[in-house]
């Protein structure tokens, strides 16, 4: 199990330590490369693992409602705490963003596919799916909520490029169309840098910050995240008759910590950014003792 998470957290690791080391070292602006993120590579990474993923309408619903009852639960308990504690907006917005946006993508498709084979790849993949475009949309509306109203806010996150993105790949998707090959090939290289390119940002913006600093908004966030959003995944599967791989993939990918384009929403918007960087840090340290124990239940 120790060899798992070096070798899927080891690589992450590393691209961190160098964005850490080499953006300073050559002044390498954390903002710029969160927008090229946020804006580009973003949105194409949506169209290129949707435009033609295999759809099935039964897997789909019950991954989908797993994963936003996850989602929801995780959240609800983060928001409760917070305004029991009197904790200001900003600050609970950004830690129920934290405590719902997990992440799916780099982490947890390789947990996936290591743990029950290539076979759980287009599963993963699906719940990737429902989980990156709700929790962007999330992060999206809960950044333009604390200066508008919440239907202000909703139509930012509708119109947020990545959510543009999954619309226009839905279409192909559905329509069964392929884009031209130019396009296309274009897209892949694109969509390719964005994992790569959010990571070094991170650890750009980790050097650059005061420091990590394990608040109660964090430790909330940290405990939905890690504990709650698996827990609430694994009974709303069984709610709904999800077995085996699918209601493995479900759990293991809701316990994943946050994502790091929590971070990247957190500068593009001027989010509580170091707040939103220190709980993707702290809560993904946390991940690798909380990891094994759901593997070891689960997989």
């Not at 080391?21 to 693992?49: H, K």
């Not at 029991?84 to 799916?104: E, F, H, K, L």
Request: proline letters at 5%.
């Amino acid at each position: 199990m120790a060899s798992v998470l070096v070798d899927v957290l080891g690589p992450v690791a590393l691209i961190v330590a160098l964005g850490a080391l080499l953006g300073q070292r050559f002044s390498i602006d954390a903002g710029s490369l969160s927008r090229l993120a946020y804006w580009i590579l973003g949105p194409a990474f949506m169209f290129e693992i949707l435009h033609d993923a295999d759809l099935a309408a039964d897997v789909v619903a019950g991954l989908l409602f797993a994963a936003i009852a996850g989602m929801t639960v995780a959240l609800l308990f983060t928001v409760t705490i917070l305004r029991m504690a009197r904790t200001p907006y900003a600050a609970t917005a950004a830690a129920a963003m934290t405590s719902a946006y997990g992440n799916v993508g780099n982490a947890g498709l390789a947990i996936s596919v290591f743990a029950l084979g290539e076979d759980a790849l287009p599963t993963a993949g699906i719940f990737m799916l429902a989980i990156n475009t709700t929790g962007m949309m999330l992060g999206v509306g809960l950044a333009h909520g604390r200066s508008g109203s919440p239907l202000a806010a909703l139509g930012q996150a509708l119109r947020a490029p990545m959510t543009m993105a999954s619309l226009v790949a839905l279409v192909f998707n559905v329509a069964n169309l392929q884009p031209p090959t130019m396009m296309a090939r274009s897209v892949t290289l694109i969509a390719g840098a964005l994992i790569p390119t959010m990571l070094f940002t991170l650890g750009i913006q980790l050097r650059r910050s005061s420091g990590l600093s394990l608040s109660l908004p964090t430790l909330v966030s940290m405990v939905a995240k890690l504990a709650i959003a698996p827990l609430v995944a694994a009974s709303a599967s069984a709610l709904i008759g999800l077995e085996g791989d699918l209601a493995t993939v479900a759990i293991i990918q809701s316990a994943m910590p946050p994502a790091v384009f929590c971070m990247v929403v957190a500068l593009e918007h001027d989010f509580e950014a170091e707040a939103v960087t220190s709980s993707v840090v702290l809560t993904t340290l946390a991940s690798i003792l909380s990891l094994p124990i759901v593997l070891l239940l689960v997989a």
